[in-house]
T-cell receptor, first 112, second 108 residues
Framework: NAGVTQTPKFQVLKTGQSMTLQCAQD?????MYWYRQDPGMGLRLIYY???????DKGEVPNGYNVSRLNKREFSLRLESAAPSQTSVYFC???????????FGDGTRLSIL | GIQVEQSPPDLILQEGANSTLRCNFS?????LQWFHQNPWGQLINLFY???GTKQNGRLSATTVATERYSLLYISSSQTTDSGVYFC??????????FGKGTRLSVIA
């Protein structure tokens, strides 16, 4: 039982390149989330999907797009990467919106 | 939106000591969770506790929703307790908002 799996674990991009971060969960959860973590800022929500077929903006959605591919998978895309998007990205899932969230191990992304 | 404040921001303990971490929030909530981020960066859900008291081994948490705060107690601390502890809250149908965390260092 892997829980929440994120790929890749590390990535270095050049400014202007595009990239998709992948997230999959095997807990049959309905809700999935993408966060970014910057030093001293805690975690900030980028986008979330309350259920399959729906997505909503979080606190910091600019520069990102998401796709809820199916119940298991929720991807995050950077269309034109900027140095300000250098961060650690976490995917999480929960059974419903008001249930415990379970996190993947994160993707460390550097944009030069 | 909801504001979340955690205190203290940093805490250094000798192994075996007890500690209390506090989370204050600015509005009514129906979702409150505590997380531990270990030194390797992994985030572990400790408690889902919108109200009341829960215990899990040496850790316990209490949320007093009417007074808008939650406390996380760590007893007989161990070096493996080191890391950052986050409180996250949500109200209505809004998603979780995270505090900035308390960084705990337990020294042998």
């Amino acid at each position: 039982n892997a829980g929440v799996t994120q790929t890749p674990k590390f990535q270095v991009l050049k400014t202007g390149q595009s990239m998709t971060l992948q997230c999959a969960q095997d807990m049959n959860h309905n809700s999935m989330y993408w966060y970014r973590q910057d030093p001293g800022m805690g975690l900030r929500l980028i986008y979330y999907s309350a259920s399959e077929g729906t997505t909503d903006k979080g606190e910091v959605p600019n520069g990102y797009n998401v796709s809820r591919l199916n119940k298991r998978e929720f991807s995050l895309r950077l269309e034109s990467a900027a140095p300000s998007q250098t961060s650690v990205y976490f995917c999480a899932s929960s059974e419903m919106g008001h249930q415990p969230q379970h996190f993947g191990d994160g993707t460390r992304l550097s944009i030069l | 939106g909801i504001q979340v404040e955690q205190s203290p921001p940093d805490l250094i303990l000798q192994e075996g000591a007890n500690s209390t971490l506090r989370c204050n929030f600015s509005d009514s909530v129906n979702n409150l969770q505590w997380f531990h981020q270990n030194p390797w960066g992994q985030l572990i859900n400790l408690f889902y506790i919108p109200s009341g008291t829960k215990q899990n081994g040496r850790l316990s948490a209490t949320t007093v929703a009417t007074e808008r705060y939650s406390l996380l107690y760590i007893s007989s601390s161990q070096t493996t307790d080191s890391g950052v502890y986050f409180c996250a809250v949500g109200g209505g149908n809004t998603p979780l908002v995270f505090g900035k965390g308390t960084r705990l260092s337990v020294i042998a």
